[in-house]
């Protein structure tokens, strides 16, 4: 008999309701663990470029309200450059996570607007955030990006949306101004307006 000498996979499981204990113990409210939990506060002094507030919800496919969900964003400055590259805003961490609301869902991040970014091939992705959703029901983290509504001709130029072939699906991926400073940019898990997620 052969005997094969590697691990075997562990199943998939979805977050459950632990993903809050571990991830943001002070939100879950267990104290001690940090002084506040990571991924909170994305501005540490002054930043340079406009700081906006992004919000939303995210929606399961009757469009209810996941109170239960998890959402991490990371992006680069307002100059086009993530956090440890060199010239990158240092008052700036780039990433942040936030839980959403356990009676209404919705969930915020206070952060600068990003810069464009280069591709590469030289040419400019317009300036974006990636997304990060995990909750209960969801086996693997989804994966999406936020553009800006009123960055319509760097959206038009993005590598990256010009590779969605269905093109009135590109709306599921805009942030749109709600308000000085504000954007709105809901996440809808499934059925009509599902957001579009990304295989990587």
Request: charged content about 25%; hydrophobic content about 40%.
């Amino acid at each position: 008999m052969q005997r094969i000498e590697r691990l075997k996979e562990s199943p998939s499981q979805t977050a459950g309701p632990y993903v809050h204990i571990g991830a943001l113990p002070n939100f879950a409210g267990i104290d001690g663990v940090y002084d506040e939990d990571l991924g909170q506060r994305m501005v540490l002094g002054a930043v340079r470029g406009e700081r906006i507030t992004l919000r939303g919800t995210v929606h399961d496919g009757t469009g209810a309200a996941l109170r239960d969900a998890m959402v991490e964003i990371w992006q680069a400055d307002a100059d086009g450059r993530y956090a440890g590259q060199d010239g990158a805003d240092p008052a700036f961490t780039g990433w942040g996570r936030q839980a959403g609301d356990m009676e209404t869902g919705a969930f915020a991040f206070e952060t600068v607007k990003p810069g464009a970014v280069p591709f590469r091939d030289g040419r400019m992705q317009a300036p974006h955030v990636s997304v990060w959703i995990v909750a209960r029901g969801i086996n693997l983290g989804l994966q999406t990006r936020i553009y800006f509504a009123d960055e319509e001709e760097a959206n038009a130029a993005d590598p990256i949306l010009a590779r969605i072939e269905h093109r009135d699906r590109i709306a599921t991926l805009m942030a749109r101004p709600e308000g000085q400073g504000v954007y709105r940019f809901d996440i809808r898990l499934q059925g009509e307006n599902e957001t579009i997620f990304f295989d990587i």
